[in-house]
């Protein structure tokens, strides 16, 4: 038998209703009762990765008897078993039955239509007056083109007869050429902005295609209610619906003179969800529902080998089961193939280098590893479990059954149970757990305070935000309302900004470039997860005297995830007051017509500071590992030794150089192969 939650004058009932589509929950209320029609307006969202938890709110009122109250306001495509409701009020209610019905009236009378019909009059309007601007100028062109060929023969004729001044001829030059490009660049707009225009309509009409067609007519709510004593009763209506996702931005600023970075941390939201979101409360939930910035990447010199290659197997996340003929590629290049039926592939001939590989299998969400380090002559493993894909807006709310502790009335008595109707959140045995982790790993905040069980500890909360939930299932409550219409251009808001203390190092890979670059060690200093994502860097050069500080952009770098307290590297541009520079020589050792041949290079690395104070310098280079039977690499010198020597031949000097001091590494290695071979065969330098 489902329960029933009734409420009594005075008193607040929370109903927290889940719903599956087209089933009655309860008593089905007399078909007698009076319409209500329920108004609602969004109050938060909830943004994920890829979807939105949307919370509305709306009041009736209610007389005695049976009513039903009808709310047209929910999108079309929202997960429907998603679904909550939460009612509170004066009136002495029962809720008795909550279904869905499908809209049959004439779309062309929704405020929807009605606003975007509004919108294609407007643009239409203005495209028209485009349309004659662009015809005016175009004919104001042609006869300025007239004009100055007729000007022009004249003027020559009048210069050639000394009436016309040279001043003067060039006064009509220059007149013709303004004339011209002012043209030319009115008209460019107008085409940009006719373009907009086109795009714009193009994104309406197939808006409006989609009110018409038979599964997008949408559905309106229905909840069945006894009410024994009138009054009003409140709605909040919790959902989930596709078209929404926000993804973090980075400014990372390096202040030289203090040795210091400045992070800003901001996010881009983007939605369309079919509605708007007009001073809306967000929150950003973290779970997963020119010379440049930094240098380039040193990989080991294997003699002999030019390709490298990545192999695996594609399974079920949940279960483990190995997925036949899934998709593989790699982002960015041709390379790509299919798994056999045990989930097995193999990627043959790629470049060393950094990659990111990607899988995809329907039913199943996309998964992709980056930066796949691939190493000439060696296969690299990379396995990848797939998730299997979360409903989302369009689909059907079929997937899996409704028991009855789904579908009955659950009253709401204490913040964890409210706690525990927010999605990957669990309510067992009186521990909160979020995505996973335990009661002891969860922090909440309402208000911005923290909440344990034998406390209440006050916490101050950032300026530009609070945070809500655990370490990897946080919520960034944006402190201010948000205004962003559906399809419009992604919004950009700020989430914290702090000052980061760090290590900082300059770095040097003579082999590929002349410069210096600053790497930073740091640490997340902030309550939450930093994710993933591009990042701009500014360097900030120590100030001359009495001028102020310049900010240069240096270039693009990206952040990968970082918890809370972790550690982190990030590069931040090029140290110019450091000079590094490589020359490389080559020997022939071997007399004429011998069966082998010898070649001693020597690698000179001259290091030099012109900075005020002393500065850590890394330097790294390489020496050759052979891969070929007959090919070897010996008598190898290096001097100063190096303070890291891998078996990959990577090599790192870690110097500390004081203002105006040179130092010098000299590194030096014999290659012998047969004479038969080729330097370009065995890849020798």
């Given at each position: 038998m489902f329960r029933n939650a009734h409420t009594s004058r005075g008193t607040v009932a929370a109903l927290a209703v889940a719903l599956v589509a087209g089933l009655v929950v309860g008593a089905i209320a007399d078909d007698t009762g009076d319409d209500v029609s329920l108004e609602t307006k969004i109050l938060s969202a909830t943004v994920y990765s890829h979807q939105a938890q949307i919370v509305r709110s709306g009041t009736v009122s209610l007389d005695a008897g049976s009513s039903r109250i009808l709310c047209s306001d929910l999108p079309e495509g929202f997960v429907e078993t998603s679904l909550i409701v939460e009612g509170s009020g004066s009136a002495d209610a029962q809720i008795v039955g909550i279904d869905f019905e499908r809209r049959e009236a004439d779309y062309e009378g929704t405020p929807r239509y009605q606003e975007l019909r509004a919108e294609v009059d407007v643009l239409a309007v203005e495209r028209a007056d485009l349309k004659l601007r662009r015809d005016v100028i175009r004919r104001r062109s042609a006869m300025t083109q007239s004009v100055s060929d007729l000007s022009v023969e004249r003027g020559r004729e009048q210069l050639a007869a000394g009436t016309f001044s040279m001043q003067e001829w060039r006064e009509l030059l220059a007149f013709m050429e303004e004339e011209t490009l002012?043209?030319?660049?009115?008209?460019?707009?107008?085409?940009?902005?006719?373009?907009?225009?086109?795009?714009?309509?193009?994104?309406?009409?197939?808006?409006?295609?989609?009110?018409?067609?038979?599964?997008?007519?949408?559905?309106?709510?229905?909840?069945?209610?006894?009410?024994?004593?009138?009054?009003?009763?409140?709605?909040?209506?919790?959902?989930?619906?596709?078209?929404?996702?926000?993804?973090?931005?980075?400014?990372?600023?390096?202040?030289?003179?203090?040795?210091?970075?400045?992070?800003?941390?901001?996010?881009?939201?983007?939605?369309?969800?079919?509605?708007?979101?007009?001073?809306?409360?967000?929150?950003?939930?973290?779970?997963?529902?020119?010379?440049?910035?930094?240098?380039?990447?040193?990989?080991?010199?294997?003699?002999?080998?030019?390709?490298?290659?990545?192999?695996?197997?594609?399974?079920?996340?949940?279960?483990?089961?190995?997925?036949?003929?899934?998709?593989?590629?790699?982002?960015?290049?041709?390379?790509?193939?299919?798994?056999?039926?045990?989930?097995?592939?193999?990627?043959?001939?790629?470049?060393?280098?950094?990659?990111?590989?990607?899988?995809?299998?329907?039913?199943?969400?996309?998964?992709?590893?980056?930066?796949?380090?691939?190493?000439?002559?060696?296969?690299?493993?990379?396995?990848?479990?797939?998730?299997?894909?979360?409903?989302?807006?369009?689909?059907?709310?079929?997937?899996?059954?409704?028991?009855?502790?789904?579908?009955?009335?659950?009253?709401?008595?204490?913040?964890?149970?409210?706690?525990?109707?927010?999605?990957g959140v669990v309510l067992h045995e009186g521990q909160i757990h979020v995505r996973g982790g335990r009661s002891s790993e969860v922090e909440m905040y309402v208000d911005g305070i923290a909440l344990s069980q034998a406390e209440i500890t006050p916490t101050v909360p950032y300026a530009e935000m609070t945070v809500a939930g655990s370490e990897f299932a946080a919520s960034l409550v944006i402190a201010k309302p948000v205004e962003l219409e559906t399809g419009a251009e992604p919004r950009r808001v700020l989430v914290v900004q702090r000052r980061i203390l760090g290590t900082f190092v300059r770095e040097a890979i003579p082999r590929y470039s002349d410069h210096v670059f600053v790497r930073g060690t740091l640490v997340n200093p902030l309550d939450v997860p930093i994710l993933a994502g591009p990042a701009e860097v500014y360097v900030e050069s120590a100030p001359a005297k009495g001028a102020p500080p310049v900010t240069n952009f240096v270039g693009k770098d990206s952040i990968q995830d970082v918890a809370p307290g972790e550690e982190f590297t990030m590069y931040l541009g090029a140290d110019q007051s450091l000079k590094v520079e490589q020359e490389i020589a080559r020997e022939v050792l071997t007399r004429a017509g011998s069966r082998k041949t010898k070649i001693r290079f020597t690698v000179s690395i001259t290091s030099e500071s012109f900075r005020k104070l002393p500065a850590e310098l890394w330097v790294l280079d390489r020496v050759p590992i052979s891969m070929i039977k007959d090919v070897e690499v010996r008598d190898i010198e290096i001097l100063p030794e190096p303070d890291e020597y891998d078996e990959e031949g990577l090599l790192t000097w870690k110097l500390t150089l004081d203002a105006g001091e040179r130092a010098e590494i000299v590194s030096e290695y014999t290659v012998e192969f047969p004479s038969d071979f080729t330097p370009r065969g065995i890849n020798l330098e």
């Amino acid at each position: 038998m489902f329960r029933n939650a009734h409420t009594s004058r005075g008193t607040v009932a929370a109903l927290a209703v889940a719903l599956v589509a087209g089933l009655v929950v309860g008593a089905i209320a007399d078909d007698t009762g009076d319409d209500v029609s329920l108004e609602t307006k969004i109050l938060s969202a909830t943004v994920y990765s890829h979807q939105a938890q949307i919370v509305r709110s709306g009041t009736v009122s209610l007389d005695a008897g049976s009513s039903r109250i009808l709310c047209s306001d929910l999108p079309e495509g929202f997960v429907e078993t998603s679904l909550i409701v939460e009612g509170s009020g004066s009136a002495d209610a029962q809720i008795v039955g909550i279904d869905f019905e499908r809209r049959e009236a004439d779309y062309e009378g929704t405020p929807r239509y009605q606003e975007l019909r509004a919108e294609v009059d407007v643009l239409a309007v203005e495209r028209a007056d485009l349309k004659l601007r662009r015809d005016v100028i175009r004919r104001r062109s042609a006869m300025t083109q007239s004009v100055s060929d007729l000007s022009v023969e004249r003027g020559r004729e009048q210069l050639a007869a000394g009436t016309f001044s040279m001043q003067e001829w060039r006064e009509l030059l220059a007149f013709m050429e303004e004339e011209t490009l002012a043209g030319e660049l009115r008209l460019q707009e107008i085409e940009a902005r006719r373009t907009e225009i086109g795009k714009r309509l193009r994104w309406i009409e197939g808006e409006i295609a989609k009110m018409w067609t038979g599964d997008s007519r949408g559905k309106d709510l229905v909840v069945d209610c006894e009410v024994a004593s009138p009054g009003e009763l409140t709605f909040e209506i919790t959902y989930i619906v596709g078209g929404a996702s926000w993804h973090p931005e980075y400014t990372v600023r390096y202040i030289e003179e203090l040795d210091e970075v400045e992070l800003t941390y901001a996010a881009r939201i983007s939605q369309s969800t079919g509605e708007d979101w007009n001073g809306v409360d967000v929150l950003l939930s973290t779970a997963s529902p020119h010379v440049g910035a930094a240098p380039p990447t040193l990989f080991p010199h294997f003699l002999g080998a030019v390709r490298g290659g990545i192999s695996g197997r594609v399974t079920d996340a949940t279960t483990g089961a190995p997925l036949g003929f899934a998709n593989i590629s790699i982002v960015g290049t041709p390379y790509g193939g299919m798994t056999n039926r045990d989930g097995h592939y193999e990627i043959t001939g790629l470049t060393s280098g950094k990659y990111t590989i990607q899988a995809g299998y329907m039913g199943y969400e996309p998964t992709r590893r980056v930066n796949i380090r691939v190493i000439a002559g060696a296969t690299k493993r990379v396995d990848m479990a797939l998730q299997p894909a979360r409903i989302s807006a369009g689909e059907t709310a079929t997937r899996r059954g409704m028991d009855s502790e789904d579908m009955r009335i659950r009253p709401i008595n204490t913040v964890a149970e409210a706690i525990a109707t927010q999605p990957g959140v669990v309510l067992h045995e009186g521990q909160i757990h979020v995505r996973g982790g335990r009661s002891s790993e969860v922090e909440m905040y309402v208000d911005g305070i923290a909440l344990s069980q034998a406390e209440i500890t006050p916490t101050v909360p950032y300026a530009e935000m609070t945070v809500a939930g655990s370490e990897f299932a946080a919520s960034l409550v944006i402190a201010k309302p948000v205004e962003l219409e559906t399809g419009a251009e992604p919004r950009r808001v700020l989430v914290v900004q702090r000052r980061i203390l760090g290590t900082f190092v300059r770095e040097a890979i003579p082999r590929y470039s002349d410069h210096v670059f600053v790497r930073g060690t740091l640490v997340n200093p902030l309550d939450v997860p930093i994710l993933a994502g591009p990042a701009e860097v500014y360097v900030e050069s120590a100030p001359a005297k009495g001028a102020p500080p310049v900010t240069n952009f240096v270039g693009k770098d990206s952040i990968q995830d970082v918890a809370p307290g972790e550690e982190f590297t990030m590069y931040l541009g090029a140290d110019q007051s450091l000079k590094v520079e490589q020359e490389i020589a080559r020997e022939v050792l071997t007399r004429a017509g011998s069966r082998k041949t010898k070649i001693r290079f020597t690698v000179s690395i001259t290091s030099e500071s012109f900075r005020k104070l002393p500065a850590e310098l890394w330097v790294l280079d390489r020496v050759p590992i052979s891969m070929i039977k007959d090919v070897e690499v010996r008598d190898i010198e290096i001097l100063p030794e190096p303070d890291e020597y891998d078996e990959e031949g990577l090599l790192t000097w870690k110097l500390t150089l004081d203002a105006g001091e040179r130092a010098e590494i000299v590194s030096e290695y014999t290659v012998e192969f047969p004479s038969d071979f080729t330097p370009r065969g065995i890849n020798l330098e």
